[in-house]
């Protein structure tokens, strides 16, 4: 255990002594030493693991009692601290969250199951989030969205009802409808805070077809990470930040988009053992339409280790006027499109995997998907910042992964460098984010022994600006020249 942290330690002691006259060196430090993390997140090709849960194999039960007799609890309890070191005399934040959830799914009776979960979050300390950064009026963006970013002085119990759902079992499918977690390309857990993003509506696994699984599903409610509420989808985008509009003024869509709902299909085909297809397409009644192609190869170096390489395009419209007839208030604009592709290179073996990535969003326009629903699925992702309301953009990310015979230890490290528009250019700029380079060190540790069902995280973030911020911090706060620091304690059973 103590080898685990040792780097850490080193990289803690170093920022203490310089990082308020030279944080430059801090960011060398990291890029020779490091970089890359996943975060508390999951690939999004795989399905939810917020509950760590196994697949229900019992046969039929023979009455409802006996569905819910044999039925099955899973917990799950989570300790998130995390702070904000931002350049010079710019606010910095802090904040320390605590919550426990449990979920109960009966066996299944003539082929159906019931579930049901909950979660309840604590505010254990935190800085006032309610006050300002004086020099940019500015409020803070990350610690927030441990709590309810909708109530940001709430410190007592925030609860939410996460699943509520019914589902149906038919030999490997399944269909279930109610409140539910997803993982898709553009719709995700985004499990970067306490909890995930949860959504209301019929989803089916159909998975007949031998080595091919398909997705289909009909989404007409959301309840965003950080918020305790859930929301038609129309309302549920703009509870985030929204940025400005393509003309510079300020983006005015919350609570101003008319949508019947998403309609989603998704196909993952395993051709072959070396090559694999993932085709996802996004409507969203009224608002703008998005899809996504991606392939992944890899090639066999021996028995253990093999060189892999992907290529991944994704085209966006908008569907009528992008939510609003109103282009003040409307989400994406009328005739609005974007493209982005990418790709990536790399190598592993049992306890490597290397790669260098890749992705270009072309200057047509600004790539958008509500972050409300969830993060990127570019090759080129770094937690804790994003490309989405960007276009014209050049992304190159190194990453680098160890884990130990055991798996019970895994090491994250990587760097990228982020090619954005000018920050005046709001047609393709909606944030105003300078180009960056971002480097992160994620560390994971699962116990066992008397420890069992434990696993800790330490995520660290470095953000160095390189491009023009015109001298106004308001283009730094919360963005560049940051460090952000999450130390995560999670107990499952």
Do not use: C
Not at 285 to 294: C, I, K
Not at 394 to 422: E, I, Q
Request: no cysteine.
């Amino acid at each position: 255990m103590l080898h685990t942290f040792i780097p850490v330690g080193f990289i803690f002691a170093f920022y203490k002594k310089h990082v308020m006259n030279t944080k430059q060196y801090l960011f060398i430090l990291v890029l020779v030493v490091s970089s890359f993390a996943t975060a508390q997140h999951q690939e999004i090709n795989e399905g939810p693991k917020v509950w760590k849960e196994k697949s229900n194999k019992l046969v039929d039960t023979t009455t409802f009692l006996g569905a819910f007799k044999k039925g099955h609890f899973k917990g799950h309890f989570r300790n998130f601290f995390m702070k904000t070191i931002n350049e010079g005399s710019l606010t910095d934040y802090y904040a320390n969250g605590l919550g426990g959830g449990l979920k109960f799914e009966t066996a299944k009776f003539k082929n159906f199951q019931f579930g049901v979960s909950g979660y309840y979050i604590y505010n254990m300390g935190s800085s006032d989030f309610t006050i300002k950064d004086p020099i940019t009026n500015l409020s803070n963006r990350y610690e927030v969205a441990l709590f309810d970013i909708q109530n940001i002085s709430t410190t007592k119990n925030m609860s939410r009802l996460e699943e509520f759902y019914l589902k149906y079992n038919y030999k490997k499918s399944v269909i279930t409808l109610g409140k539910q977690l997803i993982n898709t390309a553009f719709i995700n857990l985004q499990d970067g805070r306490m909890r995930p993003t949860e959504v209301d509506g019929i989803w089916v696994d159909f998975n007949e077809i031998k080595k091919t699984t398909i997705n289909v599903g009909y989404i007409y409610g959301i309840s965003p990470r950080s918020t305790l509420q859930h929301f038609k989808v129309g309302q549920s985008v703009g509870i985030y930040p929204m940025g400005t509009n393509p003309d510079g003024s300020k983006s005015d869509y919350a609570g101003n988009l008319q949508s019947n709902g998403v309609f989603i299909a998704g196909v993952q085909r395993e051709m072959n053992s070396h090559f694999k297809l993932l085709l996802w397409n996004q409507y969203v009644e009224n608002m703008f339409n998005s899809a996504l192609v991606q392939t992944d190869f890899n090639y066999a170096i021996n028995k253990g280790s093999k060189l892999f390489f992907g290529f991944q395009a994704i085209l966006q419209h908008a569907v009528n006027d992008g939510g609003n007839e109103n282009q003040a208030k409307t989400y994406f604009s009328k005739n609005g499109a974007s493209q982005t592709f990418g790709g990536n290179f790399g190598y592993k073996d049992k306890s490597i995997e290397i790669s260098i990535n890749y992705n270009r969003i072309t200057a047509s326009g600004r790539y958008l998907m509500p972050r409300e629903w969830g993060r990127d699925p570019f090759y080129t992702f770094m937690a804790r910042e994003r490309n989405e309301g960007f276009g014209d953009v050049h992304a190159l990310v190194a990453k680098f992964m160890y884990k130990d015979a055991a798996k019970r230890l895994k090491v994250n490290f990587g760097v990228g460098y982020f090619d954005l528009p000018d920050v005046k250019n709001f047609e393709l700029n909606k944030y105003g984010m300078p180009s960056y380079l971002q480097s992160n060190i994620d560390i994971r540790h699962e116990f066992k022994g008397i420890l069992d069902g434990f696993d800790a995280q330490l995520l660290y973030v470095y953000k160095l600006n390189v491009g023009e911020t015109y001298g106004s911090s308001n283009y730094i706060f919360n963005k560049t020249n940051m460090s952000n620091i999450n130390f995560i304690l999670n107990f499952h059973f």
